[in-house]
């Protein structure tokens, strides 16, 4: 999780000269907070906000605020907004208020509800703010037992634990440099416990496993299909050689004849099935997937399984949701979709860059149509958006001596102008045979695992349109 900082300097008025600050400028640090970001080039700069904000009225619903300690005339604070109960019109802004030393001051939130101006009644925000929020997926929080409100309001240790070494170290970070606002992402604490991960962390599963042979498995994604594997796979496993058939047969439709040589075991005939048609490499890649976790499944048990981007289609295949031939069939949908939207779907680009970083080398350059696709780790994000953008975002950053690797990907998956492939993809989905997964299956993009009563062909799409981590 990332954090949205916005510095503030106490002032006078802020302490009522009783030499503290008090409850109202509790509030006052909320909204410091929340207009720093709605205002600022995260909100007002993304694509048609500012035409929108003129059509809607925002208003503050249920609002909180909880004192934890005093702060002073000059002492700079710094708060810390964050994301979670996110809907169609109303978003939960969540609030850490820490000083220079990283001491908490004060925390709350407040629910900010979209309302149409004519009536005053609840509507939908614009489709230009969701895909503004949705941009900001890294500031949401952690899904838990417990959601920050509920800590908020609870008091006592639940209050205090929202501040942990990380909160504690983005505050420290925001307050080193220039008082500006930005998003912080900070390293973890030095000598910080690996082996306690925060409730709802699918990590959590494989610990509670003792001395038990469990394991996360992780299914690869984009960039990933290997003719020689894949046939190994294949070749090790004679009995699933009907099922391979009608995954073969399943895909065909969209994808053609080729299906049924790069399903055949011989990694020659592979090779060429899919050079003569490159879009038979994402059934490689998920058969692939399938094949290897069942190998592995004689040798341990997983305690969750984590799909990358496109991997979560074998993860929940694996789980049970649906069989091999039925996922043959959703991965040739999916790619039907994404042909349908033409020669330049966009493409994808690893950089060596943290989130801010990355952020800022877009903004300098003017590159508005591309976006952050995902996180892959703490200094490496992906880069989604029209091919020729990329290309000039490569060449600046390999001019400056940071890494840049293309993705072998049809398009720039997880960027919004694949909603429309989106669409398209969820229809097909809605007449297919699909079950909740019976066992732990954790989603990169709503970072939670997937439960009983979620939609699975919603949950696939939001892999396609939406930023992972």
Known sequence: MSYFAAPYTIHFDDTMAYGGHHFITAF???????????????????????????????????????????????????????????????????????????????????????ADPRTGEASAFPASFLQCF???????????????????????????????????????????GPPLARIVDPAPPRGAALDAPAAGDPRCLVAAA???????????????????????????????????VAAARAAADALGDGAFELLAGDSVACRAAAERSPALEQLGVFIQNVL??????????????????????????????????????????????????????????????????????LA????????????????????????PSLATLEAALRGASIGALPIRAPAGFHHPALKPAGRVWLEALRALPLAAPRCAVYSSVGRRLVGDGDDVAAVLVAELVRPFD
């Open 134 to 176: 949705d941009a900001l997926r890294e500031l949401d929080e952690p899904a838990g037992p417990c959601s920050f409100r509920d800590r908020v309001l609870a008091g006592g240790a639940q209050t205090t634990s929202l501040f942990d070494d990380r909160a504690r170290a983005a505050a420290i970070e925001a307050l080193e």
């Open 364 to 387: 300098d350059l003017a590159l508005d149509d591309l976006v952050i696709a995902g996180r892959n780790h703490a200094e490496q994000v992906v880069v989604a958006g029209p091919r």
């Open 292 to 361: 290897g976790a069942r190998a592995r499944r004689a040798r341990a048990t997983p305690a969750v399984l984590v799909g990358h981007s496109f991997g979560q289609i074998a993860a929940l295949c694996v789980a049970g949701s649906f069989d091999l031939a039925t996922g043959a069939h959703i991965v040739a949908r999916r790619t039907a979709a994404i042909a349908a939207l033409g020669e330049d779907a966009g493409g994808l680009l690893a950089v060596a860059l943290n989130r801010p970083a990355a952020r800022a080398w």
């Open 28 to 114: 006052k640090l909320q909204c410091e907070g929340r207009e720093s970001l709605l205002f600022g080039p995260w909100g007002f700069g993304a694509p048609g906000v500012r035409d929108d904000f003129s059509s809607i009225h925002l208003l503050t619903g249920e609002a909180y605020a909880r004192n934890l300690g005093s702060a002073h005339v000059g002492d700079r604070l710094v708060v810390l907004v964050t994301f979670e109960a996110r809907g169609l019109a109303s978003l939960r802004f969540c609030f850490r208020v820490l000083d220079a030393r990283g001491t908490p001051i004060c925390c709350g939130f407040q629910t900010v509800v979209c």
């Open 210 to 244: 003792g001395d038990a042979p469990r394991e996360a498995w992780v299914f690869s994604g984009q960039g990933t299909f290997d003719p020689e594997l894949l046939s190994q796979r294949i070749a090790a496993a004679p009995d699933a050689r009907t099922e391979l």
